[in-house]
Nanobody
């Protein structure tokens, strides 16, 4: 199975940017559609974005459109999430996940493999 490790989280002021990375190992990353989710304290895990196996298709949650960009570099087995115009409401633990479903999925149950997450905190 594939192992996932997120990095790049941290503390940033509102309006700032961060780029998260998700490094994969164990299986060829191009076998998987990849997604980013987030979970704030006391809330359910929330879909952020997903990208297809070779990156030709992407999907975003409505609140992230225009601010977040998901991308992938299969040659280095890494998926990225560029986050711009960050808001305090974006504060959460961000998780990378891998899915074997043919279509891009937006629910956590469709992703079989998860990283441990990276904390993003946006101050006002």
């Amino acid at each position: 199975q594939v192992q996932l490790v997120e990095s790049g989280g941290g503390l940033v002021q509102a309006g700032g940017s961060l780029r998260l990375s998700c490094a994969a190992s164990g299986r060829t990353i191009s076998n998987y559609n990849m997604g980013w989710f987030r979970q704030a304290p006391g809330k359910e895990r929330e879909f952020v974005a997903a990208i297809s196996r070779v990156g030709e298709s992407t999907v975003y949650a409505d609140s992230m459109k225009g601010r977040f960009t998901i991308s992938r570099a299969n040659a280095v087995a890494t998926v990225y999430l560029q986050m711009n115009s960050l808001e305090p409401e974006d504060t959460a633990v961000y998780y990378c996940a891998a899915s074997r479903y043919f279509q891009l999925m937006t629910t956590p149950q469709k992703y079989a493999h998860w990283g441990r997450g990276t904390q993003v905190t946006v101050s006002s």
